[in-house]
């Protein structure tokens, strides 16, 4: 992306003329960008760098290439991110179906926990120790109110 970016600027710079603004009296000089065939022994007329055939046709095929370089990046990077997006989603899953399984698991202990203790109290025969209490409690009462009722008898 920073490549392609940087190849549109020197494009658009390169591209356009150099402008004198209004205030400057000097005269710009436009560089000439011709092309020169040069063979071997000849003298250039300008200083610069002198690529090879081989040279030009590397960078020019470079330039061609960038723009799919850069869109394979870009789809590299967009399919990383994709597909750590449905390995987030796949593991929220398995742990949403993991808590229902547990939840399941739980529900079926309960309901068979209440299940036992209902049959063990409606099996259960009633204890006998409610109704010895009871009658023990009877006995005493009455058997206070018979001594009371003797003493007072004796008394008068």
């Known amino acids: 992306m920073i490549k392609k970016v940087l190849i549109i600027y020197l494009a658009a710079f390169?591209?356009?003329?150099p402008v004198a603004l209004a205030d400057q009296t000097e005269e710009v000089i436009v560089p000439d960008y011709t092309v020169i065939p040069v063979e071997a022994g000849d003298t250039v007329p300008f200083d610069g760098v002198l690529l090879s055939l081989d040279a030009a046709a590397k960078v020019l095929s470079e330039k061609r290439f960038t723009d799919a370089e850069c869109e394979l990046r870009l789809e590299y990077e967009l399919q990383l991110q994709r597909e750590d997006y449905e390995l987030q989603l796949n593991y929220k899953d398995i742990?949403?179906?993991?808590?229902?399984?547990?939840?399941?698991?739980?529900?079926?202990?309960?309901?068979?926990?209440?299940?036992?203790?209902?049959?063990?109290?409606?099996?259960?025969?009633?204890?006998?120790?409610?109704?010895?209490?009871?009658?023990g409690f009877g006995i005493g009462t009455l058997t206070s109110l018979g001594i009371f009722a003797l003493s007072t008898e004796i008394v008068k």
């Not at 390169?14 to 003329?17: D, I, K, Q, S």
């Open 14 to 17: 390169l591209a356009l003329p």
């Open 95 to 135: 742990e949403i179906q993991s808590w229902g399984d547990k939840y399941e698991s739980m529900m079926i202990l309960k309901t068979a926990e209440n299940d036992r203790l209902t049959d063990l109290v409606t099996n259960q025969k009633p204890a006998a120790g409610p109704l010895l209490v009871a009658l």
